[in-house]
């Protein structure tokens, strides 16, 4: 059978997102080519506006659409209680919960020699920076209580420590080995709000 | 926990075999080549998911075919099927429960326990630390999901802080020593875990030791377990600051081979009759006494602590031993409950006892005998 080549084009771009199998693609293709033109063009310029209009904070490195991120805007939040995460979807988790109300800094990732991250590759010079440009009295560590996590909660304490802020790390209510990302909000919240000194 | 029955598909050399067990001593006999050892094998592959002689599941595939499917039925508080097919072709393996598809290998481990006896087993007291390491910390893995986690994490961490000392061998900067500093910190933190784990384990798992051993040879002789670790301790002291100073002390060492010279993965364990070392100066018989007691002790250490009896399986028990003890093993069996024992000749062992309830299995050329 001679499948048109816009549709095979469609179907290999989306199986190219994750989670989406082949056959899952094409039933999403299908389904766009069923789809009346105004949904398609607004899923189209969702995703253009995606890529164009979202970036990183200059000051956090959390999602944002102008300079600052809305968290660094915003004047009711607390400036002086950084909370240091993985990922912008770790900010995600924790705003749910609505239990924090200090502001962000995202690593973009954690130390694993093994996959050649190391300190440099991570946004750790930038936090450093904030620590001389802004009014930091606590520092909230809030990484994923993994392997890797866990090394680069250790490395970050030490390097902060001499600099007399206050530094505290998330409690252990969540599963070890669990990812931020996928433990409930009930779970993330109670570990924010126990966070305890290091 | 009681396995009812097994239905084995292209199971090494079992094309299709039935078999339905009894819930006291199932005594497995045949000659060589005739597959008992197989079917031990096959009670373990269903109950862990993995082969115990080869890292290659196509090894346990019969010659020439695809598809490997081993079925059993379980009692309990409640009865259970379990199911678990390997396809060579993908490398795929699929197991149900009850009908349920089962994606994580979690959930099946513990889930059905087994305490398994080979002739391999001549590695525990006579091979090198590592085989030790394996025993312990299967046994208490079994036990303590806590514990597994924490070796996991363990070992991450060993490979993560193994790449970072090749990267310092190249190219020594202040950053990548202040990293090392976090690795070698929650080397610490981890295998501090694990450590007092195993020391914890240690001290009950002795007196699972001296009861099995009293029950096999009753005489004067008293066995004993000695966990060794960090270069040469063997109490509980300050493990974290003497951790620390060890890797302080081997860190230029660590760099220049590029591997992790200090911790709880170098660690060993010392068995002992009367004070005296088995492992130097034990006699043929002893150690392979000594191997039987270790699954004893196994056995009845998991029965406690989870509650639930392990599935028992025993390749060649009374191969290297003599009557007096192969007798007083077979006795001992009486306390397990259910158990699978293999066999060359049953006519060599007169010295059994078969009761009413046991069952001997006759294997020859693929035929399935009960007597
Ligand atoms: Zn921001």
Same mark, same amino acid.
């Given at each position: 059978m001679q499948i048109a080549e816009p549709l095979l084009i469609a179907i290999e771009e989306l199986s190219k @997102?994750? !989670?989406? +199998?082949k056959k899952t693609a094409q039933r999403l293709a299908l389904h766009l080519l069923k789809s009346n033109t105004e949904d398609v063009d607004s899923l189209v310029n969702a995703i253009k506006d995606l890529k164009t209009k979202i970036h990183f904070c200059s000051r956090c490195f959390n999602l944002a659409t102008e300079e600052l991120c809305e968290v660094c805007k915003s004047s009711k939040r607390d400036h002086s209680l950084i909370c240091v995460v993985e990922e912008a979807s770790d900010v995600i988790a924790i705003e749910k919960t609505h239990e924090f109300n200090g502001v962000y800094h995202v690593l973009g990732g954690v130390l694993s020699p093994l996959t050649g991250? +190391? /300190?440099? !590759? @991570?946004k750790i010079k930038d936090l450093l920076k904030r620590f001389e440009d802004e009014e930091i009295k606590e520092i909230l560590l809030a990484l994923n209580p993994d392997t890797e996590g866990e090394t680069t909660t250790l490395y970050l304490a030490k390097l902060i420590k001499p600099l007399g802020i206050k530094i505290t790390r998330i409690a252990r &209510? @969540? /599963?070890? +080995? &669990?990812?931020l990302e996928f433990a409930d909000e009930a779970t993330i919240g109670r570990a924010v709000l126990g966070r305890i000194s290091l | 926990m009681i396995l009812s029955s097994v239905k084995l598909k292209n199971f090494r050399s079992h094309k299709e075999t039935k078999l339905i067990f009894s819930e006291r001593l199932n005594y497995i006999v045949g000659g060589n080549g005739q597959g008992k050892t197989s079917i031990l094998e096959s009670i373990y592959y269903l109950c862990t998911t993995k082969s115990i002689n080869s890292n290659f599941d196509g090894e346990v595939v019969r010659f020439n075919e695809n598809e490997l499917e081993i079925i059993g039925s379980f009692k309990d508080y409640s009865n259970s099927e379990a199911r678990i097919s390997y396809f060579l072709n993908s490398n795929k393996k699929i197991y149900f429960l009850n009908g349920k598809h089962i994606t994580r290998a979690a959930d099946i481990i513990g889930k059905f326990p087994v305490v398994i006896l080979t002739p391999t087993d001549h590695s525990i007291t006579q091979g090198a630390p590592g085989e030790r390491r394996k025993f312990v910390d299967s046994v208490i893995s079994q036990a303590s999901e806590t514990y597994l986690k924490n070796l996991l994490d363990y070992n991450k961490t060993l490979r993560q802080k193994a790449s970072l000392l090749a990267q310092l061998k190249e190219t020594k900067n202040k950053t990548l020593f202040d990293e090392l500093d976090a690795w070698n910190s929650k080397m610490i933190a981890s295998g501090k875990e694990i450590i007092i784990h195993r020391l914890k384990f240690i001290r009950k798992f002795k007196d699972f030791i001296k009861d099995s051993f009293k029950v096999i040879l009753n005489d004067d002789e008293i066995p004993g377990v000695e966990y060794m670790f960090l270069e040469g301790l063997s109490q509980e002291e300050n493990i974290e600051d003497i951790f620390f100073k060890l890797l302080h002390k081997r860190k230029d060492d660590e760099i220049r081979r590029g591997s992790n010279l200090v911790g709880p993965h170098r660690d060993d364990f010392v068995f002992k009759i009367n004070d005296v070392d088995l492992k130097t100066y034990g006699s043929q018989g002893q150690h392979k006494t000594f191997q039987v007691v270790l699954r004893f002790a196994q056995f009845f250490y998991l029965k406690e602590i989870t509650g639930k009896a392990p599935i028992f399986l025993l390749d060649d028990v009374f191969g290297e031993l003599d009557a007096k003890r192969s007798i007083r093993i077979s006795e001992y069996l009486r306390q397990v409950g259910q158990a699978f024992i293999t066999l060359t000749d049953f006519t060599d062992f007169s010295f059994l006892q078969k009761e009413d309830d046991d069952l001997v299995i006759k294997l020859n050329n693929g035929q399935v005998v009960y007597a």
């Open positions: @997102l994750p !989670s989406i +199998g991250i +190391g /300190p440099d !590759s @991570l &209510g @969540l /599963p070890i +080995g &669990g990812d | -």
